[in-house]
């Protein structure tokens, strides 16, 4: 009868065994699964914030666009400030003359544009509204 018990626990310990390895190899398979699984995600998210298209050059055209369109309602206000004092609606003479005299070019003035001294925008003269 000792025999027959001993020899069912070593059975036992034998099938635990084997069920004990195959888990292990389980739990591996499931791990390179996962850590796969890991890297394509971190690839995709790394993408979609550096990428051509990807959140972070987005945040900065959307920034530069935002310093452009500040410069071109800084003289709009100006030339709405002309026109309270004068009463005249200024000419493209005086829309220059603003931007001079308050610094908002660098350089000369085109004919047709100029460039801002903040950043370095190209900014035509018809964007801006308020003058004829």
Same mark, same amino acid.
Do not use: C, H
């Given at each position: 009868?000792?025999?027959?018990?001993?020899?069912?626990?070593?059975?036992?310990?034998?099938?635990?065994?084997?069920?004990?390895?195959?888990?292990?190899?389980?739990?591996?398979?499931?791990?390179?699964?996962?850590?796969?699984?890991?890297?394509?995600?971190?690839?995709?998210?790394?993408?979609?914030?550096?990428?051509? =298209?990807? $959140? +972070?050059?987005?945040?900065?055209? &959307?920034?530069?666009?935002?310093?452009?369109? #500040?410069?071109?309602? !800084?003289?709009?206000?100006?030339?709405?400030?002309?026109?309270?004092?004068?009463?005249?609606?200024?000419?493209?003479?005086?829309? =220059?003359? $603003? +931007?001079?005299?308050?610094?908002? &070019?660098?350089?000369?003035?085109?004919?047709? #544009?100029?460039?801002? !001294?903040?950043?370095?925008?190209?900014?035509?003269?018809?964007?801006?509204?308020?003058?004829?």
């Amino acid at each position: 009868m000792k025999s027959l018990k001993n020899n069912i626990k070593k059975f036992n310990a034998k099938k635990s065994t084997k069920q004990i390895k195959s888990q292990k190899g389980i739990t591996l398979i499931a791990l390179i699964v996962t850590i796969i699984v890991l890297i394509i995600l971190a690839g995709i998210s790394i993408t979609t914030l550096t990428g051509e =298209k990807g $959140i +972070i050059n987005q945040a900065r055209d &959307n920034s530069e666009n935002v310093q452009r369109e #500040s410069i071109i309602e !800084k003289i709009e206000a100006d030339l709405l400030e002309e026109k309270t004092k004068t009463g005249n609606t200024p000419s493209k003479d005086k829309l =220059k003359e $603003i +931007i001079q005299e308050n610094g908002y &070019n660098e350089g000369t003035l085109g004919e047709d #544009s100029f460039v801002t !001294k903040d950043g370095g925008y190209n900014i035509n003269y018809d964007e801006i509204i308020g003058w004829e």
